[in-house]
Nanobody, 115 residues
């Protein structure tokens, strides 16, 4: 059974940092594209960052220069390093793995940025 399990969320002050992790129980992990999404209360889910199977990364404009996505194909992990956090970054953060034939979601981890 495929599972994606996020961790690393929590409460942080504005300007602080958090590192999110997502552990994936996926066969052929290296061929999946991986992404982090977030969903704030009352808002639609939005893409935060992507790292492709080939290692190319892309970021949503609001997080460029502050967030970094990375993957470890040995440990089957994807990470999101978040720096200079702002209150508007508050959301549930979810990881996603996909390829042409299928896609999988984690259940999310809460990130709250507040003083």
């Amino acid at each position: 059974q495929v599972q994606l399990v996020e961790s690393g969320g929590g409460l942080v002050q504005p300007g602080g940092s958090l590192r999110l992790s997502c552990a994936a129980s996926l066969n052929f992990f290296r061929i999946f594209n991986l992404g982090w999404y977030r969903q704030a209360p009352g808002k639609e889910r939005e893409l935060v960052a992507v790292v492709t199977s080939g290692g190319t990364t892309t970021y949503a404009d609001p997080v460029k220069g502050r967030f970094t996505i990375s993957r470890d194909n040995v440990k089957n992990m994807v990470y999101l390093q978040m720096n200079s956090l702002k209150p508007e970054d508050t959301a549930v953060y979810l990881c996603k793995a996909w390829r042409v034939s299928d896609n999988y979601w984690g259940q999310g981890t809460q990130v709250t940025v507040s003083s």
